[in-house]
């Protein structure tokens, strides 16, 4: 059973726990639940007409040391912790504000933190500092990382320090890398799944670089290199190439004289 701290400084700590939404799951929580005050994520917020399929936020007891958590699944759940001086209503307030985001400080979007391999990246990848930050009044949150390139492990973020905030927030750099590292990582296994192929991380993580510096988009060529990288061994480098006579070619271009390039034996 995962163990969560009851106190901070002497100061006791209370736990809630943020369970997402997946087939059958409501209405098993809902048996589960043994006079613990829930209710859903999604109440009196833009999200509300989605209400059945809303996270639910529950109250847990006993300073986190609740027989409830043996039975929600660690792939479904959030468990946040808050000062005891901080109300129920108020954690709940200040869960439904971090749903509100600027990406690049402009554009109005809703983020959906809860959802399990959101969670992985944005709280694994993200700066200490600006995931403290980000939760505002609530002490840490304590998540099971599912991102695609690491082992599964519950691992807590946060710096037990409570400063209540419910301004919308400005995705900082960190957290946006962190969501666009995800994004690359699902590519990187639609690529293996399509050619049928194991995945290298570092390999393939070095492909998505050298198509981002070199201005390779389109998916069909991408893949190309992704195949050429999985026979050889490494990413492609222009250790033989002159780069820039190769930044003057068109993106099939580049492809084709990357693979030539192996073909004929020389190290990329």
């Known amino acids: 059973m995962l163990?969560?701290?009851?106190?901070?400084?002497?100061?006791?700590?209370?736990?809630?726990?943020?369970?997402?939404?997946?087939?059958?799951?409501?209405?098993?929580?809902?048996?589960?639940?043994?006079?613990?005050?829930?209710?859903?994520?999604?109440?009196?917020?833009?999200?509300?007409?989605?209400?059945a399929q809303s996270p639910l936020l529950i109250t847990l007891k006993y300073g986190g040391g609740d027989a409830l958590m043996t039975q929600l699944p660690p792939a479904y759940t959030l468990y946040f912790s808050a000062p005891d001086s901080l109300s129920a209503d108020e954690v709940a307030d200040q869960l439904r504000w971090r749903m509100l985001v600027y990406y690049h400080g402009q554009t109005r979007g809703l983020l959906h933190y809860y959802q399990p391999q959101i969670a992985g990246y944005f709280f694994s990848r993200t700066d200490d500092a600006v995931t403290s930050s980000w939760l505002g009044g609530l002490y840490s949150v304590v998540y099971y990382r599912q991102t695609l390139s690491e082992p599964q492990c519950w691992q807590e973020a946060g710096d037990y320090t409570s400063h209540p905030d419910q301004d919308i927030r400005v995705l900082q750099p960190s957290q946006e890398q962190a969501l666009e590292v995800m994004f690359q990582e699902r590519e990187i296994v639609q690529w293996a799944q399509h050619s049928r192929a194991p995945i290298d991380w570092p390999v393939q993580h070095a492909v998505t670089r050298f198509c981002h510096h070199h201005h390779i988009e389109e998916k069909a060529l991408k893949y190309r290199l992704r195949n050429l990288s999985a026979k050889t061994g490494q990413p492609p480098v222009l250790t033989h190439t002159d780069e820039t006579g190769f930044a003057r070619l068109n993106e099939a271009e580049k492809v084709n004289q990357l693979e030539s390039i192996a073909l004929k034996g020389v190290s990329l």
Do not use: F, N
């Not at 736990?15 to 589960?32: E, F, G, I, K």
């Not at 829930?38 to 007409?49: I, N, Q, V």
């Open 3 to 51: 163990k969560l701290k009851a106190e901070h400084q002497g100061q006791p700590v209370r736990w809630y726990a943020l369970v997402s939404d997946a087939p059958d799951l409501r209405q098993q929580v809902y048996q589960w639940l043994d006079g613990h005050d829930c209710e859903p994520l999604y109440l009196s917020t833009p999200l509300e007409p989605l209400m």
